[in-house]
């Protein structure tokens, strides 16, 4: 299912606020095949390449950019960072002169198993199901095993301590379905590379939607007050950029300035 609607008033929200909070973005929201009509790893193929043109035709540093997404947009935000130093064997690397700002995941989607104890423990609390999962899971990988580039999680903990990026937000809410999982992950990226904290100026912030599913997120004020908090953390001092325009890909909108 494509993005909705809720999706992209919610993101302008975010942009609204960080840009009153002495900040001048970009947020770009790159149209990317679903499944079934793109089989893997056709989507992580276009999302590096979303990537490639921001870095190569806007004239945008690696420092000054963060990619991320939600649930299966949060996938392919890690698979396109592990991309950057493990390049998937079927796509073009992309050589960075410099890390990424930072990388973010909102209850990234990077384990395909259905045996995580959130899964029974909040089997009545999230919105998923184990049905629905292991659907849109199979759907996704068709046939394919699974691999570090469609579950990051399954990338070896080795695989996590070169990543170009000088930054890395996980966050999930403690009724999520896929939080074992993501608790995993976080603690294998802690273990084999410690963060170093830096205030890093932003211009620009990619963010990868679900693919398999989307989720209505509220707007309320308090959502994007919890919500900000982190992601606030990403961004460094204010830098202004000439604005140029805006364009609509299909339903994707794609902001530039």
Known sequence: MAALPAHFEFWLDILQ??????????????????????TYPTQLRQATGALRYILNETGRS???VIVGGDSAGGNLAMATLLHLSRPHPEIEPITLSEPLA?????APWINFSR?????????WKDIL?????????TAYVRGVEGDAWNEPD???????KDVKTERILILAGSDEILLSSIEQFAKKIKVCWMLVLRMRCVDCVLIFRCSLVSRILPTSLD???LMMRPFMSLLGRRRRRKRVGNSVSG?????RL
């Open 129 to 137: 199901t184990p049905g629905v999962l292991k659907t849109w899971s």
């Open 62 to 64: 690696p420092s000054s």
């Open 154 to 160: 399954r990338a070896p903990v080795e695989w996590w």
């Open 102 to 106: 930072g990388v973010f995941g909102f």
């Open 251 to 255: 339903s994707l909108l794609v902001c």
């Open 17 to 38: 606020v960080v840009n009153d909070n002495g900040h001048d973005i970009a947020v770009f929201f790159p149209r990317y095949i679903l499944t079934p009509y793109g």
């Open 223 to 225: 959502m994007m007050s």
């Open 115 to 123: 045996d995580w104890p959130s899964i029974k423990e909040s089997a």
